[in-house]
């Protein structure tokens, strides 16, 4: 099989770590968010759903029978042990499911040559190691907020500080001005990335 490069997009809440995945497709990389992952594990694990009943009950169920995301977030939003729990549950799934995506890519006929997930916890839960280089995207704390609506996120609490998550990545973008310019520093990291990649070949 291929070998692809694999790089891991992380930053805090708000940064613009989803726009950046979109402009990384746009410039020719495969990827897949985290979010997607668990949708998709949400809608067709057994197992996951049969776990979530377990602890929540039938009520965060649509009206498929399908876990329901926001169902699930009202659930865990003020409650640290169900949030843990949920990670716990969760996390080594979305691996899982992200390292078979990679295999599946390399093992196509014309892979591409690098593939960009979304991991929001990614040095929370110690990913970084299945990633050959790591995009860190972040803002001022202002503007993240601003870019939620104002709402206020107990998440933040949990996450490892911005400037450490600076200081451990490989490219770093601090995400203060308009969707183009983001876009024409993540093709100047693709240029990078490949040339690196045609390099170590």
Known sequence: MSRLLAVAITGGIGA???TALDAFRRHGAATV???EIVHHLLRTDPDVK???VERFGEEILDADGVPDRERIGFRVFNDRDA??????????LVSREYL???EQLAALPSPPAVCVTEVPLLYEVGGESRFDKVVVITAPRKL?????GGQQDDRESRLLPEREKVERGDFVYVNTGTPDELDA???SVMAALTGEDAVGS
Do not use: I
């Open 144 to 148: 993240r907020k601003a870019r939620r």
């Open 185 to 187: 520093w993540v093709a």
């Open 33 to 35: 968010s985290s979010d």
């Open 16 to 18: 613009g770590k989803s």
């Open 50 to 52: 049969r776990a979530l």
């Open 83 to 92: 949030l843990d729990w949920l990670e716990k549950l969760l996390h080594p």
């Open 100 to 102: 078979e995506w990679r």
